[in-house]
């Protein structure tokens, strides 16, 4: 029974994070348990593990006899990942890049192809991908502590990454920043490689401080 139940508390994880990603769950209201358990056809066992994973995430935030709402996107906040991200990822993707073997190779190519396929889909989706694909260029790197931050600033990059993407146009300047920084990585050129995703996160948080600044939190 335990694993079912958290088999569920996943899918409902997944639709909730899904529709906070995308913006359809409203940020100036609390999230109505009773309405949104009944629409999924759930009880509310899987529904509270679901929300307090995605509080875990810095997706939602709790108050005292009012319930979870979903955390308002900011310009500092924005500001921070990101710079944050500079600090840790191009470094570690060089060390990784320089330490994969082919089967984390294999995995990064897959990671990709999963990006590529997917940005053809739902935002969402190409959010997700790109955390993956983002997490797969660090995670040969040996060192576990990095990764999981990585992922956790990519985790509350996405929201970020979609506005980032809504122009037009975007999409297809990072899938090619994608392929080249992959292509040295593949290569095991560590220099080449932190060279390239400094210039590609960079380039992702002018484009928000240019384009929405202190209009994220609105």
Partial sequence: MSIVVRTLSEQVFEIIRERIITGVLPREVPIRQDALANELGVSKIPLREALARLEQEGLLTSQANRGYFVRPMSAAEAEE????RLVLE????????????DADRAATIAAFEALDSAASNNLASVASCNRSFHTALVRPSGRLLTTQLVERLTVLSERYVIAHL??????????????????????????????????HIQATLDDLRAEFGSELSG
């Fill in 81 to 84: 990942i990101f710079e944050l």
């Fill in 90 to 101: 191009p470094p570690a993707a060089a060390r990784a890049a320089e330490r994969a073997d």
């Fill in 166 to 199: 809504q122009p037009a146009g975007r999409e297809d300047r990072a899938h090619l920043e994608h392929r080249d920084l992959l292509d040295a990585w593949l290569a095991g050129d560590g220099p080449t490689v932190e060279r390239l995703l400094s210039a």
